[in-house]
């Protein structure tokens, strides 16, 4: 596990403080609203913030400009171990503009690409929300539960990937003694796909295994073509994988069962001018259905329902010549029919057991130099041509290709589908809503008595509790002590 210190970016200028070194400063994250709904109470506004993956930071020596990353991972030299890692290296805040990241009021903007003194780069952000406090991952459970959210996708070619998605990450990011910063550097990323990195759960990966977490894709699409994939594993939280385990029949459906219309075979439904008219924005409520209707039963089902110009959108239906004729949303037998693996590690049952305990939301915008994308947008799975999703095609003919995401709203099934007419900038703020737009109802005007609650939170072991620009909360985890390390830095030890 890796300890990194941290320099404090102070305007435009980087500034070294002389005994910050126990401890990471803050990260430039971007403030992100996000809302949490009840069928009874409305929609209840709360102080997210978004913060960049921990591998687009710079990391590197102390008082020196060389990286303790190279292009295969780490220095051998400066990060042979945890704890040399510890004791010569610090990660520096991210540039989050120069990343191609921008947020507005609540919708946020990522580019592919990033164009600065004429030369366009690669940015590809992947982003992660974080608690109020800014110390942990929001943990959104979502089973028996439903999630909206607002997705302009009209500058979004073939072969680009705008992602909304959740991944069972540790809520701490993996913080550890050697690893006090966590997810407030975005440190700890897991997915389906089982991939080794440098990094594994906040650590360095001496082991090489592989990072493996059950994934929910709520949202992988362009302007052409869209899917709704759950991505099971049989393990729980981050798992490292070696060997076959990392594999396509191994603790995770890397393909997952997904539902796309244009692939069950409805190519007029998702489109430029067509039934979900992606050349404007709209909203995609995904609701995650029990058998007994709680929060605690088993997943039985994910249904999917838009909403444009306030009209609300059914969800395409199979064709019969898809297999699945008439299905409209994903179903254990639907599961179980479009993907061999889905069952053999508990299909929607597994999936519904992470969304019970918590999962990350994550958002990203990618494209493929391998694939292009063609899964998702191509042949049997959207109009797009085998090679019109090559990155270098992007790149020269839509180097501004962007995806925004906004107005992330979950809660009661039904509680989410009315848009926030007004909000407040404190910390907590209760939202007016309208009337809804989903299959139930919502109430009209909200009265709660919701405040900060100055005895709220507690700091975990390692995370700060205080020091000069800090907001988060002041008060340890038992059996731990505030102590100040310098004046913009204080540590639960
Ligand atoms: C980094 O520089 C500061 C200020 O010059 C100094 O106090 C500190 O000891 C240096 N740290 C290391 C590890 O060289
Ligand atoms: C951040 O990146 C942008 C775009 O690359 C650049 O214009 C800006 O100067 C950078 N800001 C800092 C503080 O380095
Ligand atoms: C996540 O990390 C924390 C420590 O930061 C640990 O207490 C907790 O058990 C971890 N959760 C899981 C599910 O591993
Ligand atoms: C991930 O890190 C957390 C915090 O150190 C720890 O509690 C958890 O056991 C770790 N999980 C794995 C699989 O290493
Ligand atoms: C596609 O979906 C739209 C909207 O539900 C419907 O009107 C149309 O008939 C569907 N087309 C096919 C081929 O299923």
Known sequence: MAVFYATLAVAATVLRLA??????????????????CTTSGGCVEQQTSIVVDWSYHWIHQINSSTSCTTSSGVSSTLCGTEAECYANCEIAPANYTGLGI???????TMTQYVTSDGTVSNASPRTYILNPAGTEYEMLQLLGQEISFDVNVANLPCGENGALY?????????RSQYNPAGASYGSGYCDAQCGTGTWFNGSVNTAGVGSCCNEMDLWEANSEATALTPHPCSVESVYGCTGSACGSSGVCDKDGCGFNPYALGNETYYGAGLTVDTTKTFTVTTQFVTNDGTTSGTLTEIRRI?????KVIANA??????GFSGDDSITE???TAADSVAGSLGGLTTMGEALGRGMVLVFSIWNDNGQFMNWL?????????????NPATIEADDPGTSVTFGNIKWGDIGSTGSKPVSSSSSSSSVTKTTTTTTTTKATSTVHTTTT?????????????????GYSGPTVCASPYTCQVQNPYYSQCL
């Open 19 to 36: 005994r910050a070194q126990q401890a990471p400063v803050p990260d430039n994250v971007v403030p992100f609203p996000t809302w949490k």
């Open 102 to 108: 921008s947020a507005s009021g609540s919708s946020v």
């Open 166 to 174: 959740l991944s069972e990450m540790n809520a701490s990011g993996g």
């Open 306 to 310: 838009y909403t444009q110009n306030g």
């Open 317 to 322: 239906v199979a064709s019969s010549s898809s």
């Open 333 to 335: 037998p639907f599961c």
């Open 377 to 389: 947008d191509s042949g049997n799975s959207g109009p797009c041509s085998s090679t019109a999703g």
């Open 452 to 468: 900060t609650a100055p005895s709220g939170p507690t700091q975990t072991h390692w995370g700060q509790c205080g020091g000069i």
